[in-house]
């Protein structure tokens, strides 16, 4: 199984409806993030989370809200969907190291979405 | 704000020639910079981390040096394989937050 699960992995759906995309990691890190990645963008910081009680706001986070339910788990929500949230999105996480500010990042498969 | 640049977007080579792939980066205050592969619909796998002080990081073929006075950080791939085909990015941490580059993009030739 993989460490870093996302669902969906394809999301089709129409403007105006809620959509939610769920992250769990089995490697036991405190910090997760959400990205979005667009062609010839790179990836942008959605939302990022470094325990259950800290939550923050990316670059890029007007439209999303997310919920970081437990250690293992954190849920990115678009409250009403548009066509530019059409994008493939990523959820990563890290381990916090001692003396480090962030360590290496580990990414789910990605979840496509699909706005119409 | 960090800007990150990977410069060309897309390269293509024969098999067995040695890739260069680079990224630049406009804030030197890095704590670390990772280069990640990404095949086609997929996620992003962890090649290289590199730490601020550290000047290069290798693994098999792969060798990734950093310069931060330049803001420069260059990724290696010897001896390349049709296999290598995928697109490449790098990021850097800077205030507990990743900057992507766009990636390049590598096409191996059989």
């Known amino acids: 199984d993989a460490d870093v699960t996302q669902t969906p992995r394809n999301r089709i759906t129409k403007t105006g409806k809620r959509i939610m995309l769920e992250c769990s990691q089995t490697k036991g890190h405190d910090r997760m993030y959400w990205y979005r990645q667009d062609p010839g963008l790179g990836l942008r910081l959605i939302y990022y989370s470094f325990d259950v009680k800290d939550i923050n706001k990316g670059e890029i986070s007007d439209g999303y809200s997310v919920s970081r339910q437990a250690q293992a788990k954190f849920s990115l929500s678009l409250e009403s969907a548009i066509p530019n949230q059409t994008a493939l999105y990523f959820c990563?996480?890290?381990?916090?190291?001692?003396?480090?500010?962030?360590?290496?990042?580990?990414f789910g498969e990605g979840s496509r979405l699909t706005v119409l | 704000k960090q800007e990150v640049t990977q410069i060309p977007a897309a390269l293509s080579v024969p098999e067995g020639e040695n890739l260069v792939l680079n990224c630049s980066f406009t804030?030197?205050?890095?704590?670390?910079l990772q280069w990640f592969r990404q095949d086609p619909g997929k996620g992003l796998t962890s090649l290289l981390l590199i730490q601020s002080s550290q000047r290069e990081q290798t693994s098999g073929r792969l060798n990734a040096s950093l310069d931060k006075s330049s803001g420069r950080s260059t990724l290696y791939i010897a001896a390349s394989q049709p296999g290598d085909s995928a697109t490449y990015l790098c990021a850097v941490v800077n205030d507990y937050k990743l900057s992507f580059g766009a990636g390049t993009t590598v096409t191996v030739r059989a």
């Open positions: 804030d030197s205050a890095i704590y670390n």
């Open positions: 990563a996480t890290s381990d916090l190291h001692a003396g480090d500010v962030t360590g290496e990042l580990f």
